[in-house]
């Protein structure tokens, strides 16, 4: 006998939620728990619940929440807790899109130039946002689902591509938000490698860097391939010439290896990784990046890859 279920089978461990921003704009918010979360009691001495936030949220909370729970499913679990946030956009359940690639563009990239208007330079706003809105949201309803959590403990952001770059604009200009970053294959190459600026600054004390008490830790991946793609089924000459001189012209590998090769050795970093898989492209190499830098994130550094 069969019934159709009226709603996901795990419905219960996750929660969406509605915010605006100072513009009135609004975000979809997707809080994930661990599938026993009503019943986690913490231990003694515990100082709270790690929390992995993530832009893109509408592309990557199930891939980040499935992670988390086949961590916590292992019969030896290596961590006790865990949460993952996603912020998204309100994308249409039924679209077949998961980005919303103009709000995305302006959200995630720096105030480089004056002429950048409307559609990009608002990550200083977007991480505001963040800092105001989204993570009261969480701490409070960590409490309210679980009255035994001892609030919110320490905090990674991940982000992808232009997630990444935003992610590591905000290590370089704001490095106490979170406790550690999650860079998967950055557009470093955005408006002239504009980035770069900000990590010279940042290697350099711009932001106290080297003499911080508690240093920021930082992960940064890439897909091995991302610089030259193989050629996909069916694609013509001409496409495929276009697509490969673009990836040529972003070198998203080359980038994250070069920048990773200057900040490991810059001595502003609890722990630091880099690393690069193999095989990989801009697209598969995020479900590599999300489920290697939860479970590092919430096992704890450091770890060698």
């Not at 509605?18 to 661990?34: A, T, V």
């Not at 807790?81 to 359940?93: D, H, N, R, S, W």
């Not at 103009?102 to 505001?128: H, K, M, Q």
Request: charged letters at 25%; aromatic letters at 10%; hydrophobic letters at 35%.
């Amino acid at each position: 006998m069969m019934s159709k279920l009226s709603v996901p089978s795990d419905i219960g461990s996750s929660e969406e939620w509605s915010l605006k921003n100072k513009r009135g704009e609004e975000y979809l918010i997707q809080i994930g728990f661990p599938r026993n979360w009503a019943d986690y009691t913490p231990a003694p001495g515990e100082s709270g619940v790690p929390v992995l936030y993530l832009t893109d949220g509408n592309s990557v909370f199930r891939t980040a929440l499935d992670a988390l729970h086949r961590r916590l499913s292992l019969d030896e679990p290596t961590f006790a807790t865990g949460v993952v946030v996603a912020i998204g956009y309100p994308i249409p359940a039924r679209s077949e899109k998961v980005y919303d690639t103009p709000r995305r563009c302006r959200d995630f990239t720096p105030a480089s130039s004056p002429g950048a208007g409307e559609t990009e330079g608002g990550a200083d706003e977007f991480l505001d946002f963040i800092e105001d809105s989204v993570k009261p949201l969480v701490r409070r309803r960590l409490t309210e689902t679980n009255s035994g959590v001892r609030g919110v403990g320490k905090g990674a952001l991940f982000g992808h591509s232009f997630g990444g770059l935003f992610c590591l604009h905000a290590l370089f200009t704001r490095p106490d938000a979170f406790h550690c970053f999650i860079a998967s294959s950055p557009s470093i190459w955005w408006n002239g490698c504009f980035v770069e600026t900000e990590e010279a600054a940042f290697r350099e004390g711009g932001a106290g860097a080297q003499d911080r008490k508690n240093k920021p830790s930082l992960m940064m991946f890439a897909g091995g391939v991302e610089d030259s793609p193989p050629r996909r089924r069916g694609e013509g000459d001409e496409e495929y010439k276009n697509r490969r001189r673009d990836h040529q012209g972003w070198l998203m590998t080359t980038n994250a290896r070069n920048m990773g090769r200057r900040l490991e050795t810059s001595g502003c970093f609890e722990n630091f990784s880099c690393h690069i898989y193999e095989g990989e492209d801009h697209g598969t190499v995020v479900a590599c990046s999300i489920s290697r830098g939860l479970t590092t994130f919430l096992e704890d550094w450091p770890f060698v890859l």
